[in-house]
């Protein structure tokens, strides 16, 4: 279509070996803007290498990555850096840092101050309590720190939010309850999200589209209704079997 913007992120024939190891092999797909894809496989399927390609954790050993239709390799990669949130599981809050200084420091890093009462906003937008902004990181739990990192995340505005397991660590009761707000987040600001989980029940509950990854592949590419409806193909499947054998012995306590 022409004037049509491309999409926001696209994967061109992406692989990244390792030795004898082919962590990603030859990965093609487009995320538009607003999505929020669930990438969901088995441990070493090759989910974190693959998003990591993103932001330059990684560079791919062939093929090549695009942001808003751009090289991500074109500029330096910290400029690419503060146009992607990056949430991770242990998240590397800054310890000697209060949590505004943390949540400040990407926007700083631009030269830009945020402006009064941001923080403030931020911290509200995570359910914390912005009294808690002169805190420092080991006065929070990890819970809280987890929220910290979601705001420092979205601190610089960034198109593109990538999580890798950012609820891996937290309890389950912390864990649906910060999922949800993420949701809720995606959805009022806009955002487009790639999050990496080996829980399928999260990819289905939280994802507008989950990619399902076996041995470095995309096996699948649907709908949490298509998965729930027996899409996808047989990986796919036995992922989505897992919450279904639980909710069914859940059921059949009662
Ligand atoms: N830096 C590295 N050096 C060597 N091998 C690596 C490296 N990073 C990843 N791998 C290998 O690449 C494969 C994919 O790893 P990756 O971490 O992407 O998987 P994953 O799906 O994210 O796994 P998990 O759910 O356990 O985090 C694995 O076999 C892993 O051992």
Same mark, same amino acid.
């Given at each position: 279509?022409?004037?049509?913007?491309?999409? /926001?992120?696209?994967? *061109?024939?992406?692989?990244?070996?390792?030795?004898?190891?082919? $962590?990603? +092999?030859?990965?093609?797909?487009?995320?538009?803007?607003?999505?929020?894809?669930?990438?969901?496989?088995?441990?070493?399927?090759?989910?974190?290498?693959?998003?990591?390609?993103?932001?330059?954790?990684?560079? &791919?050993?062939?093929?090549?990555?695009?942001?808003?239709?751009?090289?991500?390799?074109?500029?330096?990669?910290?400029?690419?850096?503060?146009?992607?949130?990056?949430?991770?599981?242990?998240?590397?809050?800054?310890?000697?840092?209060?949590?505004?200084?943390?949540?400040?420091?990407?926007?700083?890093?631009?030269?830009?101050?945020?402006?009064?009462? =941001?923080?403030? +906003?931020?911290?509200?937008?995570?359910?914390? +309590?912005?009294?808690? @902004?002169?805190?420092?990181?080991?006065?929070?739990?990890?819970?809280?720190?987890?929220?910290?990192?979601?705001?420092? @995340?979205?601190?610089?505005? &960034?198109?593109? /939010?990538?999580?890798?397991?950012?609820?891996?660590?937290? +309890? &389950?009761?912390? =864990?649906? #309850?910060?999922?949800?707000?993420?949701? =809720?987040?995606?959805?009022?600001?806009?955002?487009?999200?790639?999050?990496?989980?080996?829980?399928? #029940?999260? #990819?289905?509950?939280?994802?507008?589209?989950?990619?399902?990854?076996?041995?470095?592949?995309?096996?699948? *590419?649907?709908?949490?209704?298509?998965?729930?409806?027996?899409?996808?193909?047989?990986? #796919?499947?036995?992922?989505?079997?897992?919450?279904?054998?639980?909710? =069914?012995? /859940? $059921?059949?306590?009662?």
């Amino acid at each position: 279509m022409p004037g049509a913007s491309p999409p /926001l992120l696209q994967f *061109d024939r992406v692989s990244r070996h390792y030795g004898e190891v082919t $962590a990603v +092999d030859d990965v093609s797909l487009s995320v538009e803007r607003g999505e929020f894809v669930a990438l969901v496989g088995a441990s070493g399927s090759g989910k974190s290498t693959l998003l990591k390609t993103v932001n330059r954790l990684v560079e &791919p050993t062939a093929g090549r990555v695009l942001l808003e239709g751009a090289d991500v390799t074109d500029g330096p990669a910290p400029a690419l850096r503060h146009r992607i949130g990056y949430v991770f599981q242990g998240i590397g809050l800054f310890t000697h840092m209060s949590v505004a200084q943390n949540i400040a420091l990407v926007p700083r890093l631009e030269g830009r101050h945020p402006p009064e009462g =941001r923080i403030a +906003d931020l911290l509200q937008l995570v359910d914390l +309590d912005p009294a808690m @902004a002169g805190r420092y990181p080991d006065a929070l739990s990890g819970g809280q720190r987890q929220r910290v990192g979601v705001a420092r @995340a979205l601190a610089g505005e &960034p198109p593109l /939010l990538l999580m890798d397991e950012p609820f891996g660590a937290l +309890d &389950p009761v912390t =864990r649906d #309850a910060l999922g949800e707000r993420v949701k =809720r987040l995606h959805a009022e600001l806009g955002l487009t999200t790639v999050m990496v989980t080996h829980d399928m #029940a999260e #990819a289905l509950l939280l994802g507008t589209r989950v990619l399902v990854m076996d041995g470095g592949r995309i096996v699948a *590419d649907a709908t949490p209704r298509e998965l729930l409806a027996g899409g996808g193909g047989d990986v #796919a499947q036995a992922l989505v079997a897992v919450p279904r054998a639980q909710a =069914r012995a /859940l $059921a059949d306590l009662t």
